[in-house]
């Protein structure tokens, strides 16, 4: 077990994000930074998921799907916001658009910024991979 | 422009038809929207946009022009949701039902890291009869959040509203709350903007190029065109500070910085990114994979209004930097990429050449800057009244309108290049198969956010 403990499933959401935090996540895979190497997959079914990385203020549109992505992935499971925007600080905070994306569906690390770089993406899905652990421990 | 306006106050409804009607023989119609009082219908003349306006005081009756341009059904039905008017003959798009026929969503959450967006097909067998793409689930209300906001408040949030086309749409907005100043940057800003959209569609098509080797299997070129792509953002980082250039074209300035080490990397990316066009474009089978695959003809093309890219890889020949050119486009004139075969190959050859003109313009506008420091960015004040901004962003035709009173934001309209692309693609997708779906999506790779708004 202690060889996959710090492997993520990451499935990534997005509740209304200008697609800049899509391309810093979309960077995490470039040869770069090439997060494989830490174990670490984007996933493409909730259900395969340990980690949800949630982006964008929240929409009225987008929360009943959201809500129901979050229900799909099985416990122990952690939401990291990314962005200032998942974070409820980003430029759209009137409705249509919710009280931020992190906010809304309760996550446990926040990585601020906008966008948030890759490095600082890492930063906060290393976080969450103690906290998985601390959970599961 | 408000003199337009009130000449336009007179006219009875079907004038105004007939008016816009033939106005669109002679301009390219770019969009249309309404505000208090007044339904504007946006043209792209050779000295710039403008527009063809009809007043109303209360609730109005219109002909829907998009009965007879197509293109208009987006804006029509966005006009007839948020302002009281009503249009006669908008046409009703209907999923096509029957026996043999299945229908499937996919969205609005993605597999992938794709922003929200949903997509019902109906297919018979393996093709395609009808896509609708269902859009606004990323709805975060930006046009009214931005009203009554002052024009350097509104900035860096116009910045925000997509982050793939964020200097574009910054660069159309400070060209329109210039012009309600009364304000002509100095020549050296003009030049630093002109950099800063260039690098921004340098990063953008290296993306959808290495997208459209990835969707056609092809992994080792889309591992090479994101590297370069990396590189790309950091030197956006480097000349700019940001790595996608949000707020590097605020109003009545530019920010351009490290201008030496930017001019050397490019050169020595330039090699690099010929190399890896030419790895791509000699591989037989990745270029017979993307060849036939979605096509858009020409007549289509032209009829759903279609911009950028997507237009000229289907003889489309306006490049808004050449057809209307603006700030140092005026002198420095790109040589428009074209091609004929409106198929994904045709879309990824317009990128690459479009690439390469915008690493030459690079290198000229550095070249003419050279060490002339930018002048501190002007104090701008806005003068009420209405104006747009027009650019070519890396998808298409990026216009901002924006009405200002008593110094303020009075009104905010996006037109973006995505949003008049996505009907385009629904059709190239007719007759394609399903699993050609994300080769065809990425081969125009288009956003949601702007269209959304």
Redesign the interface.
Known sequence: MSTYRHSLGIRHLVCGSCNGCEHEMNALNNAYYDITREGWDIVASPRHADVVTVTGPMTEAMRVAALATLQAVPQPRVVVAIGDCAAGMGPWQAPPAGSGAGVELGARVVVRGCPPTPDEIRAGLAEAAEVLEARRA | MDSLIFAAAERSPSAFYDEVLNGSHHAPILGAYAEAGYAHYLFLGASGPYARSYHFDGPCRLRALSAARPLLMWDEREMERDWPIEFDGIPRTTVPDGEGLMHFVVG?????????GRFTFTSAGENVVHLDAQL???????E??LEGLSALEAA??VA?????C?AARSFAFVRAVEQLAGYMPDEPIELARLIVAELERLYNHV?DVAAAASAAGYAVGF?RG??L??RI?RLCALACGH??L?DAIPPGGAVLTNRTKLASELNTLRSDLERFLANLFGNASLVSRWQRAGLLTPAVAEACGAVGPAARGSAGTIDVRAFAPYGAYASLTPSIARATSGDVFARVAVKRDEMLESLRLLKVALNALGATPLPEPGVIHPRDGIAYGVVEGPRGCEVVALRVRAGRIARLHVISSSFRNWPVVVRAMEDTIVPDFPLVNKSFNL???CA?R
């Open positions: 609005p959450v993605h597999a992938g890291i794709i922003e929200c606004g689930f990323g709805h975060r209300g930006v009214r959040q860096p949030k925000r509203i997509c982050g793939g964020s993306h591992a994101m590297a792509k990396e953002m790595r996608l949000f956003c949601y956010a959304d």
